[in-house]
């Protein structure tokens, strides 16, 4: 049984009573831009780990790919992640400077339901001025952020409640809620609350550049033993990779604190991972994912990113069949139909796959559902387009 | 682009194909979208065979409909190979947004079976798109979004297409229609067998001959575009295939 069975989106960015139903081992959602195809993938990013504002923070800075220098502030990149509708915003005052998120799903998943709100908020701050010794007053904005959840244990059902009533709590976080305010300008706290934090991990188009987090995922999968099955899917890229490991850099003055991943090839002998290229580093990064995921959930945006075409069919396969064996259900974004068909090929029964393509409308997203039996007979009989 | 009304029928065959798009054009006043025009409505884009199948029919020609429009209407003759109308009909609906369509409609062969049977075998298939399908045979029904199904030769008997097209043969070309059906009958009973005729065969046969007299070399579906079997002796002669255009008449104008 899936971790999801179905899942129901009635806001979140600019998603609308999504109903994801019927959710298969692999979820590919497609659509034209800006459809919501990578909203999904974030909802259900912040759906694994609610009561946690990193997690907030990070999905929603998860698509700018600047310097966190040159990012907005932690409260503006939150907001963002709520419905906004500025033809209802100039019709309803009421809309202003609020907000409201709400996911409910099926399945075994710990959570069946998620609210969160959040409300624009200012404060007069007054500050001593040491050269004239008066006081100077200055306008905070922020934005105050409530969020509960329900889980599978909870005998409350009926989360939509919550948006209409938000508990009124000080500053907290407690085993099914938060409540934070975040002030523009300060230093964000972020506290942390593991109660329902579920396996879900993310892969997006650039993930696989940030190093730091390849040395730990490599060293899972080693103590897993799964090396050789990591080494298995780059094969598919490039048949002369033999090994891989984490080696220190002796050019380096500070050897022992400086470490690269090297992959030992056949003909260019032991080479550094960042020679090779993107395809190369971003499999090894969704194969690395797919161990630290294990019984949990998979998001990859844009699944064909930097893999060949011709190398779509057996990287899909060792990832179709390792998702099975690691019981691990994927949700991934394409633009692409070779992706679509290699992954076709790749899986062969009514659950292996699910297409959802999604289609903004007013006042709802639309989705049209297609099982593989279906997919199969649109692609590959009448070779009709899916994706829109 | 003008914005038309979206209509779709689907039909079992080729020549299904040609006889209904002849039919539109020369009694309905609808004109054929050719390869090349850029007004094709953006329903029928969907249609549009992308990437040679995978599943190794490498040979296989994917389908696309034929399109006719008048400055009001557009519609798509949609061909979903005999028996396997149902199941190809259905995956293309299921992959549309049907709302989009103003009229629906199939035109089948009775073959062996009661018209009635076949209209509610279809009516059952396409319930799940339109629930208001209408499946009495030779009927439409409906305002705003008008469905009905047409089940040849004439909604009572059995046959098929080649049946109604005998009709209109005899009336269009009946001298080599007799001449025809003479050097069909010179075969006998054996030979028929040994051939593995079904039923209509001979009707097709008699048919394929006369479409080869008068276009040879060249595919039934080509004859029956470019020569007279519908055309207003035809129309005014044939009550079938009267009926049949007022079917299409109601269900698309």
Same mark, same amino acid.
């Given at each position: 049984?899936?971790?999801?069975?179905?899942?129901?989106?009635?806001?979140?960015?600019?998603?609308?009573?999504?109903?994801?139903?019927?959710?298969?081992?692999?979820?590919?959602?497609?659509?034209?831009?800006?459809?919501?195809?990578?909203?999904?993938?974030?909802?259900?990013?912040?759906?694994?780990?609610?009561?946690?504002?990193?997690?907030?923070?990070?999905?929603?800075?998860?698509?700018?790919?600047?310097?966190?220098?040159?990012?907005?502030?932690?409260?503006?990149?939150?907001?963002?992640?709520?419905?906004?509708?500025?033809?209802?915003?100039?019709?309803?005052?009421?809309?202003?400077?609020?907000?409201?998120?709400?996911?409910?799903?099926?399945?075994?998943?710990?959570?069946?339901?998620?609210?969160?709100?959040?409300?624009?908020?200012?404060?007069?701050?007054?500050?001593?001025?040491?050269?004239?010794?008066?006081?100077?007053?200055?306008?905070?904005?922020?934005?105050?952020?409530?969020?509960?959840?329900?889980?599978?244990?909870?005998?409350?059902?009926?989360?939509?409640?919550?948006?209409?009533?938000?508990?009124?709590?000080?500053?907290?976080?407690?085993?099914?809620?938060?409540?934070?305010?975040?002030?523009?300008?300060?230093?964000?706290?972020?506290?942390?609350?593991?109660?329902?934090?579920?396996?879900?991990?993310?892969?997006?188009?650039?993930?696989?550049?940030?190093?730091?987090?390849?040395?730990?995922?490599?060293?899972?999968?080693?103590?897993?033993?799964?090396?050789?099955?990591?080494?298995?899917?780059?094969?598919?890229?490039?048949?002369?990779?033999?090994?891989?490991?984490?080696?220190?850099?002796?050019?380096?003055?500070?050897?022992?604190?400086?470490?690269?991943?090297?992959?030992?090839?056949?003909?260019?002998?032991?080479?550094?991972?960042?020679?090779?290229?993107?395809?190369?580093?971003?499999?090894?990064?969704?194969?690395?994912?797919?161990?630290?995921?294990?019984?949990?959930?998979?998001?990859?945006?844009?699944?064909?990113?930097?893999?060949?075409?011709?190398?779509?069919?057996?990287?899909?396969?060792?990832?179709?069949?390792?998702?099975?064996?690691?019981?691990?259900?994927?949700?991934?974004?394409?633009?692409?139909?070779?992706?679509?068909?290699?992954?076709?090929?790749?899986?062969?029964?009514?659950?292996?796959?699910?297409?959802?393509?999604?289609?903004?409308?007013?006042?709802?997203?639309?989705?049209?559902?297609?099982?593989?039996?279906?997919?199969?007979?649109?692609?590959?009989?009448?070779?009709?387009?899916?994706?829109? | 682009?003008?914005?038309?009304?979206?209509?779709?029928?689907?039909?079992?065959?080729?020549?299904?194909?040609?006889?209904?798009?002849?039919?539109?054009?020369?009694?309905?006043?609808?004109?054929?979208?050719?390869?090349? @025009?850029?007004? &094709?409505?953006? =329903?029928?884009? $969907?249609?549009?065979? /992308?990437?040679? %199948?995978?599943?190794? #029919?490498?040979?296989?020609?994917?389908?696309?409909?034929?399109?006719?429009?008048?400055?009001?209407?557009?519609?798509?003759?949609?061909?979903?190979?005999?028996?396997?109308?149902?199941?190809?009909?259905?995956?293309?609906?299921?992959?549309?947004?049907?709302?989009?369509?103003?009229?629906?409609?199939?035109?089948?062969?009775?073959?062996?079976?009661?018209?009635?049977?076949?209209?509610?075998?279809?009516?059952?298939?396409?319930?799940?798109?339109?629930?208001?399908?209408?499946?009495?045979?030779?009927?439409?029904?409906?305002?705003?979004?008008?469905?009905?199904?047409?089940?040849?030769?004439?909604?009572?008997? @059995?046959?098929? &297409?080649?049946? =109604?097209?005998? $009709?209109?043969?005899? /009336?269009?070309? %009946?001298?080599?229609? #007799?001449?025809?059906?003479?050097?069909?009958?010179?075969?006998?009973?054996?030979?028929?067998?040994?051939?593995?005729?079904?039923?209509?065969?001979?009707?097709?046969?008699?048919?394929?001959?006369?479409?080869?007299?008068?276009?040879?070399?060249?595919?039934?579906?080509?004859?029956?575009?470019?020569?007279?079997?519908?055309?207003?002796?035809?129309?005014?002669?044939?009550?079938?295939?009267?009926?049949?255009?007022?079917?299409?008449?109601?269900?698309?104008?």
């Amino acid at each position: 049984m899936p971790a999801l069975e179905s899942l129901f989106i009635e806001k979140f960015r600019g998603l609308q009573d999504l109903q994801l139903n019927e959710l298969g081992r692999i979820n590919l959602m497609v659509g034209t831009n800006n459809s919501g195809k990578t909203s999904v993938l974030e909802a259900l990013s912040i759906y694994s780990d609610p009561l946690n504002l990193r997690e907030w923070w990070e999905t929603s800075n998860s698509r700018i790919q600047e310097p966190r220098a040159t990012r907005s502030s932690v409260s503006d990149a939150i907001k963002w992640l709520f419905p906004h509708n500025h033809l209802d915003e100039m019709h309803d005052d009421s809309n202003l400077d609020v907000g409201c998120i709400s996911l409910s799903s099926q399945g075994t998943f710990p959570l069946v339901g998620l609210a969160a709100s959040y409300e624009q908020i200012e404060e007069l701050r007054f500050s001593q001025n040491d050269t004239k010794a008066e006081e100077r007053a200055a306008l905070t904005s922020g934005i105050e952020l409530s969020v509960k959840i329900i889980s599978q244990l909870s005998n409350e059902k009926d989360h939509t409640k919550f948006i209409a009533n938000p508990p009124d709590l000080e500053d907290t976080v407690s085993k099914d809620r938060l409540k934070i305010q975040i002030w523009d300008g300060e230093r964000v706290r972020f506290p942390r609350s593991s109660a329902h934090n579920f396996l879900v991990e993310t892969v997006t188009p650039v993930s696989h550049r940030l190093e730091d987090s390849q040395f730990r995922l490599l060293s899972e999968a080693r103590y897993q033993n799964f090396k050789s099955e990591v080494i298995d899917l780059l094969n598919s890229v490039d048949s002369g990779i033999e090994d891989i490991e984490i080696l220190a850099d002796l050019s380096s003055a500070s050897a022992l604190t400086h470490f690269s991943i090297y992959i030992q090839h056949a003909t260019l002998g032991l080479a550094p991972l960042d020679t090779f290229g993107d395809g190369i580093r971003r499999l090894l990064h969704i194969a690395l994912k797919v161990v630290r995921v294990k019984g949990g959930v998979l998001l990859i945006d844009e699944i064909e990113s930097t893999i060949h075409t011709e190398a779509l069919q057996s990287s899909y396969y060792w990832l179709a069949k390792w998702c099975e064996e690691m019981d691990v259900q994927l949700f991934a974004t394409t633009h692409s139909l070779e992706a679509v068909d290699a992954l076709l090929d790749v899986t062969n029964s009514q659950d292996d796959l699910v297409l959802f393509r999604l289609e903004p409308s007013i006042g709802k997203t639309k989705v049209t559902r297609h099982d593989w039996s279906r997919l199969k007979i649109l692609r590959e009989e009448l070779g009709q387009e899916v994706r829109w | 682009m003008v914005s038309r009304r979206l209509a779709l029928i689907g039909v079992e065959g080729n020549h299904d194909q040609a006889f209904l798009a002849k039919i539109l054009r020369k009694s309905l006043g609808f004109t054929a979208f050719k390869d090349g @025009e850029d007004d &094709l409505d953006d =329903l029928w884009r $969907k249609f549009i065979p /992308v990437y040679p %199948p995978k599943s190794g #029919k490498f040979h296989v020609r994917l389908n696309f409909p034929s399109i006719l429009h008048t400055d009001k209407v557009s519609v798509a003759i949609y061909v979903g190979g005999g028996s396997s109308l149902t199941q190809s009909l259905s995956v293309i609906l299921s992959n549309l947004d049907c709302s989009q369509l103003s009229s629906f409609g199939i035109v089948a062969d009775s073959d062996k079976k009661l018209p009635e049977q076949v209209a509610v075998t279809y009516s059952t298939a396409f319930k799940e798109f339109f629930p208001e399908f209408f499946s009495t045979p030779g009927e439409v029904a409906g305002e705003s979004f008008r469905s009905g199904i047409y089940v040849l030769p004439d909604n009572t008997s @059995e046959g098929v &297409l080649e049946t =109604l097209l005998c $009709k209109c043969g005899e /009336v269009a070309y %009946p001298d080599y229609m #007799k001449r025809a059906s003479s050097y069909i009958n010179s075969f006998s009973a054996e030979e028929i067998k040994k051939l593995k005729w079904k039923p209509y065969d001979r009707e097709k046969a008699t048919i394929a001959t006369v479409a080869s007299v008068l276009k040879p070399g060249k595919t039934n579906t080509v004859s029956i575009s470019d020569n007279k079997w519908i055309c207003q002796q035809t129309t005014d002669s044939v009550p079938e295939l009267f009926a049949l255009t007022d079917f299409l008449k109601k269900l698309l104008l």
